[in-house]
């Protein structure tokens, strides 16, 4: 059961008028209002079995007493113990049905914590009933019989869900709470809360990691320096190509505001010292919950800054080219509300973001909902998960793996072995994410075979948008990089002093495969005699016209010849052996010379440039396959001085 903060309870924002005049109270009993005000200060002072105390004496002195009712009532809300809350402010009710209109609104609220959505509906209709309300109250109470009618709704219409206690490897006695799942699904990241001799409160939260065995997950290992601390961290998250890590860290030496969000990049297979993200994304107050994108530069993050439709808003930052960070932007309000938005997490799809919301319509307290972007790249409005993933307490955090049909949360409801576990389930379809696939692998200098560091760029063939940056890791030379499905890309791999790798992925009609693709990647140096195959130069059949899909891989070709001037190249067109050959020569010269003249127009010299035909007298495959004679029809270039 959630904790409910009741926004004025209601005896406290009286106290001033019944202090200063006792007949505003609904006895005339001396002896009750005596009492009455010594539990008011005992209240004040959070006295509450004190303050208890004194009203039982009150209302044995007068039972009608409607405010000692109320304040006890109040007294239930602080604590916590909504049931005994909602029992004293109907007594009071009962009492004088009329007496405050603001009472019926309180009771609605309770009963909502509570899942009593009926009863808070029939309350809120009655406090709507009284007139001349402020239009202020009018709006909040029609939403809260929104979130009524929805939770009617959802109770007659459960969704699938069936949680799943991760077991003893990862749940303990103290609390866990879920961060991250890895893009192969080989390992888990979490936060557990654990004793500690050193903090005030007791308890430290520290970063642990479990890889799974075949089907289960192995015992926990703690993450170690330099991530944790003595101090708290929390709300760790890895990229999904596994180069960088964030989390949130409060009331450092370093920080801007009362929580920072911090980074740290993987160095020779080791997390470097974590870097605070500094003033251009941190802010002033409290920045946390952050979660990156399958696209390789966007952050998500909760954030309680000023410019904000809410007290906490969801705020996104772009990483640039030279690691620096854009000014964070709003996601805006198909997004956040008016109220409190946290916990985001951004699927590898890059299209699906889940979060937690006080302000949309739901069960009432902290929902989960999720919304994709539209064509335009704006998000839509959120969809609640529903009941019975989300209830009457409240639901903060949940993330997805990346073949998107298991979810996991942290929660304390289910009976598990601490107070908050981490469970899986499977996800429901409508709430699933796109399907992605990833490519993986390792980079290597082709002559020396040493692994290298190289920058990935995966554009869209459709549009020409570039989806997913990356960058291979320098020591060992591996990477990997979010594919989404249904789509067509073109990759470049490009590393200074080296002529880039091409290569294409065509995921469209491909079923549901979401199978990795694992290739290793070698680079040539840029010399005489190196040759390019160029994989995504398209024409149509038995044509010579650059397809738009071309562009891209044309404006490469044309980057690397201005970068370095005195490179020329010979660019040369192959075929298979379907049709004559004098024909197949003919169109492979063609084509040849459509790349030729783009460079031309593109700036690069003539003098710099060849081209020639080969027509079907240069395979590089069997001609018995079609996947055999796609390779063998060609674009190719070649360095024939430098």
């Known amino acids: 059961m959630k904790r409910l903060i009741l926004s004025l309870l209601f005896v406290a924002a009286f106290f001033p008028a019944f202090a200063q005049d006792p007949y505003a109270l609904s006895t005339t009993d001396k002896k009750a209002q005596k009492l009455f005000f010594e539990a008011v200060d005992q209240y004040s002072a959070r006295n509450y079995s004190g303050a208890l105390s004194l009203l039982d004496k009150a209302l044995k002195s007068d039972p009608s007493f409607i405010e000692a009712w109320v304040l006890i009532g109040d007294i239930g809300a602080d604590q916590g113990k909504l049931t005994d809350a909602l029992e004293a402010y109907q007594k009071g009710l009962s009492i004088d049905p009329d007496y405050a209109p603001r009472l019926w609104y309180i009771s609605g609220n309770v009963q909502l914590s509570l899942g009593k959505y009926a009863d808070a509906q029939a309350s809120y209709l009655r406090y709507l009933s009284f007139q001349r309300l402020p239009d202020k109250a009018r709006q909040v109470t029609a939403q809260q019989l929104k979130n009524c009618e929805f939770g009617i709704g959802a109770l007659d219409h459960p969704v699938p869900f069936r949680p799943v206690n991760l077991g003893d490897s990862i749940n303990t006695q103290y609390s866990e709470y879920v961060n991250t799942i890895t893009t192969d699904g080989g390992m888990i990241f979490f936060t557990r809360n654990i004793p500690s001799a050193e903090l005030n409160s007791g308890f430290q939260e520290e970063f642990f990691f479990s890889k799974k065995k075949d089907t289960a997950w192995g015992r926990s290992v703690n993450l170690g320096q330099p991530i944790n601390t003595a101090g708290n961290e929390g709300g760790l998250f890895i990229s999904p190509d596994g180069r960088f890590l964030f989390f949130a860290a409060c009331d450092r030496a370093d920080g801007v505001g009362s929580c920072d969000l911090y980074w740290s990049r993987k160095e020779d297979g080791r997390w470097g010292t974590p870097q605070n993200l500094g003033p251009a994304v941190n802010s002033g107050t409290w920045d946390s919950q952050p979660s990156f994108s399958g696209d390789g530069k966007t952050l998500y993050f909760a954030s309680k800054r000023p410019g904000g439709l809410g007290s906490s808003d969801i705020w996104k930052t772009i990483l640039l080219d030279d690691y620096n ?256 050959a004098d024909y197949n020569q003919k169109l492979s010269e063609n084509r040849a010379k459509a790349v030729y003249d783009y460079l031309v127009s593109a700036g690069i010299a003539s003098s710099r440039l060849t081209y020639a035909g080969h027509g079907l007298s240069r395979p590089i495959d069997t001609n018995d396959t079609e996947e055999g004679r796609a390779n063998n029809r060609r674009t190719e270039f070649s360095i024939t001085a430098n």
């Open 325 to 580: 960070w854009s000014e964070p932007v709003n996601l805006g309000d198909s997004v956040n509300s008016s109220r409190e938005e946290m916990a985001p997490f951004i699927h590898p799809d890059d299209q699906t973001l889940y979060f937690s919301s006080k302000g949309h319509t739901g069960m009432g307290g902290y929902d989960l909902y999720y919304s994709k972007k539209d064509i335009f790249g704006n998000w839509k409005t959120p969809v609640n998960l529903g009941y019975p993933i989300n209830t009457n307490a409240d639901e903060i955090t949940l993330l997805v793996n990346s073949t998107g049909d298991v979810a996991y949360i942290s929660s304390d409801k289910y009976g598990g072995k601490g107070r908050q576990d981490i469970y899986s389930f499977d996800l429901y379809k409508e709430a699933q994410p796109e399907r992605v696939s990833y490519f993986k692998g390792i980079v290597y200098d082709k002559e020396t075979k040493r692994r290298l560091s190289a920058a990935f760029e995966l554009t869209d063939l459709g549009t020409g948008k570039m989806v997913v940056t990356s960058q291979s890791d320098p020591s060992t030379g591996e990477f990997l990089l979010i594919l989404p499905l249904n789509k067509d890309y073109a990759l470049t791999v490009s590393r200074e002093g080296y002529l880039f790798y091409s290569d294409h992925f065509s995921l469209t009609g491909n079923g549901n495969s979401q199978d990795p693709i694992t290739k290793e990647v070698p680079l040539q140096p840029v010399k005489v005699g190196e040759t390019v195959v160029l994989k995504n130069i398209f024409f149509d059949t038995d044509k010579f016209d650059l397809k738009p899909e071309s562009r891209t891989e044309l404006e490469k070709l044309s980057a690397l010849l201005k970068k370095n001037p005195k490179l020329k190249i010979e660019i040369s067109g192959h075929t298979d052996n379907v049709g004559t």
